[in-house]
């Protein structure tokens, strides 16, 4: 059974930084592309980056480019997302996700996600 749990959310003040994790299991991670997405209060879910499995050809969604960076560590099956100079705009719950690479893009499964963790920036 394909598990996913995400953590390290928080309450940040705009400016501020949160790094999330993602640890992966019930899968062979290591041979996976993984992607981050978002779901704002209201609002659909949103693709906001994507690694492939080796770890290679991060891309980010236009809003966060410059700001968040992904990453993962295949020895411990986890993914990690650095957020940085947050805004209000990325209050979200995020979630991780499998995710397959096609013509440059990453398009993650949106029905096999984790529990999510909440990220709000406020002051």
């Known amino acids: 059974e394909v598990q996913l749990v995400e953590s390290g959310g928080g309450l940040v003040p705009p400016g501020g930084s949160l790094r999330l994790s993602c640890t992966a299991s019930?899968?062979?991670?290591?041979?996976?592309?993984m992607a981050w997405v978002r779901q704002a209060p209201g609002k659909g879910l949103v693709w906001v980056s994507g690694?492939?499995?080796?770890?290679?050809?991060?891309r980010y969604a236009d809003s966060v480019q410059g700001r968040f960076v992904i990453s993962r560590d295949n020895a411990a099956n986890t993914l990690y997302l650095q957020m940085n100079s947050l805004k209000p705009e990325d209050t979200a719950v995020y979630y991780c996700s499998r995710a397959s690479y096609l013509g440059g893009k990453y398009y993650p499964e949106y029905d096999h996600r984790g529990q999510g963790t909440q990220v709000t920036v406020a002051s």
């Open positions: 019930g899968f062979d991670f290591s041979n996976n592309h």
């Open positions: 690694i492939q499995s080796t770890g290679s050809r991060p």
